[in-house]
């Protein structure tokens, strides 16, 4: 069973930088598609950017393209969701998960199979 702990989350001023790393215990990180996704008040999580095992696809969706980065280093068995530009609308807790079945990436909440407990991420304008 794979725990992933998500860290890094903080209050920052729109326009501020910030970023998330998601640390994943076990030997097989590196064969597991990372995700993050995110849930502001009030609403449903939302997909916000995965990457596949070895790095070399990533995915975002469209409110954040440009702004926000995902990396990961299978060395350290870690992802990062760098934030750039934020905005009060990417105040939310940040989750990441992993699809640990498939290498390839998904933008589909269903298809992720373990989840950290969240960062909370508070954007002020």
């Known amino acids: 069973q794979v725990q992933l702990v998500e860290s890094g989350g903080g209050l920052v001023q729109a326009g501020d930088s910030l970023r998330l790393s998601c640390a994943a215990s076990g030997r097989y990180f590196a064969m597991y598609a990372m995700g993050w996704f995110r849930q502001a008040p009030g609403k449903e999580r939302e997909f916000v950017g995965a990457?596949?095992?070895?790095?070399?696809?990533?995915s975002y969706t469209d409110s954040v393209k440009g702004r926000f980065a995902i990396s990961r280093d299978n060395a350290k068995n870690t992802v990062y969701l760098q934030m750039y530009s934020l905005k009060p609308e990417d105040t939310a807790v940040y989750y990441c998960?992993?699809?640990?079945?498939?290498?390839?990436?998904?933008?589909?909440?269903?298809?992720?199979?373990?989840w950290g407990q969240g960062t909370q991420v508070t954007v002020s304008s």
């Open positions: 990457i596949s095992a070895s790095g070399g696809i990533i």
């Open positions: 998960a992993a699809r640990r079945r498939v290498s390839s990436i998904s933008t589909m909440e269903i298809d992720f199979d373990a």
